[in-house]
């Protein structure tokens, strides 16, 4: 079965005629969302906490901005936009107290409504549009013409036009265009966490580091250990992205994909995939989300220790004084949880 897809012409943007949109929170996605809307004549306002620096660039980039509550007393549809950790925290202070009748209440994942710790009351919609991409490139795709596809879903209901309302907004927010699926928080929660874990960002960071071990262990060079296993990543990857896994087979070469045949499942075998059935068990029945609630209720101890364990891997230190000297790839270090643009080695600045 495929699942439908919605394009422009599946949203009404009439559903948000004369209704303020105010968007809690000015980072990744905040700005985006922000910035398209209000170019699609969407009437946008940001909602920021007083002492805010996200305040003077809000206001720069031409955005009605007021402190959280009034922006919420003052919308008909309320986005929130705050890290995923810090939104239960913002709900109960300055959103949940100013919720009335008929608004609609948005999130960009489902989390905190899966996981109940978020529980709106029962005359205000809830929905959700959960754009499938970073958000400086749902601003930029956007401003050329494009959009990132999203999932959107209605959690409840209660005006009888939260879901017309959900898909303006995914049009406004330029996603229609690529096109929207429909889901539930369950489902886009789930398989959220799930692709994080296993592929995107667990499994990909695991993979490479253990084969960049497995090179440097055997005496081979690191710096070549690292073009092989790192650097040539991002070559596979657009391969994938533009043509799936025949276009990548397509271009490499028979000694490549024969390789690929049959050391791949060798690799990522069945205890992999029982491991990763287990992962997914643990999402589904809340005790991922109950471990990492508790650890940030907790003072983020465990997590403070993982990142210092894996920061100054031999993999990121022999990467950083590559990448310097590659300036294409536009190189960036991340020094004390700020990313920077990276030295160089010296003939360009
Ligand atoms: P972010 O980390 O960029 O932070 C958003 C903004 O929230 C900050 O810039 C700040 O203005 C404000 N903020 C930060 N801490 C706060 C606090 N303690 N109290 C109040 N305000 C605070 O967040 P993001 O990555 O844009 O994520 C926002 C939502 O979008 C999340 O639900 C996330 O899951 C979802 N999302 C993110 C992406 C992504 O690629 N970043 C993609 C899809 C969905
Ligand atoms: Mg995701």
């Known amino acids: 079965m495929t699942a439908r897809m919605y394009y422009d012409n599946d949203a009404d ?7 303020t949109v105010a968007i809690i929170g000015y980072g990744s996605q905040g700005h985006a969302h922000a910035l398209n809307l209000h170019e699609s004549g969407v009437d946008v306002v ?8 996200s305040r003077p660039l809000a206001e720069e980039a031409g955005l009605r901005v007021t402190d959280t509550a ?4 003052s919308a008909d549809v309320v986005m929130i936009l705050v890290p995923d950790t810090a939104q239960k925290d913002v709900y109960d202070r300055e959103i949940g107290p100013n919720l009335r009748d008929g608004q609609l ?10 996981f109940g710790r978020i529980d709106p009351p029962g005359n205000v919609d809830v929905g959700m549009v959960a754009p499938k991409g970073p958000g400086h490139l749902l601003r930029s795709v956007y401003q050329a013409g494009g959009g990132v596809p999203a999932l959107f879903a209605v959690f409840r209901d209660a005006s009888g036009t939260a879901r017309d309302r959900v898909l303006a907004y995914a049009r406004a927010l330029g ?54 296993t ?30 690929d045949y049959v050391s791949g499942p060798r690799i990522i075998d069945d205890h992999v995939r029982r491991t990763m059935k287990q992962v997914l068990a643990e999402i589904q029945d809340g005790s991922f989300a109950r471990r990492w609630i508790e650890e940030n209720e907790s003072g983020r101890k465990e997590f403070e220790r993982l990142r210092a ?41």
């Open 230 to 259: 790192m650097h040539e990543l991002k070559l596979i990857v657009d391969l994938l992205y533009r043509g799936g896994l025949n276009f990548m087979r397509f271009s490499v070469s028979d000694t490549a994909e024969y390789g």
């Open 46 to 53: 940001v909602g920021l906490a007083p002492g805010s620096k």
């Open 70 to 73: 009034d922006a919420v007393s």
């Open 309 to 349: 364990q894996d920061r100054d891997h031999q993999i990121e230190q022999v990467g950083a004084a590559l990448r310097a000297q590659m300036q294409f790839l536009n190189p960036v270090t991340v020094v004390a949880g700020q990313a920077q643009a990276a030295a160089t080695g010296g003939s360009r600045s």
């Open 105 to 114: 209440l948005m999130f960009a994942h489902g989390f905190n409504i899966h």
């Open 175 to 228: 996603c229609t265009r690529a096109g929207v699926l429909e889901t539930s928080f369950a489902e886009e929660t789930e398989t959220d966490l799930f692709g994080e874990q296993s592929v995107l960002c667990g499994g990909t960071a695991a993979l490479v580091k253990m084969a960049f071990e497995t090179l440097v262990e055997s005496g081979y060079q690191p710096e070549l250990a690292y073009f092989e």
């Open 13 to 19: 943007p009439s559903a948000l005629q004369g209704q």
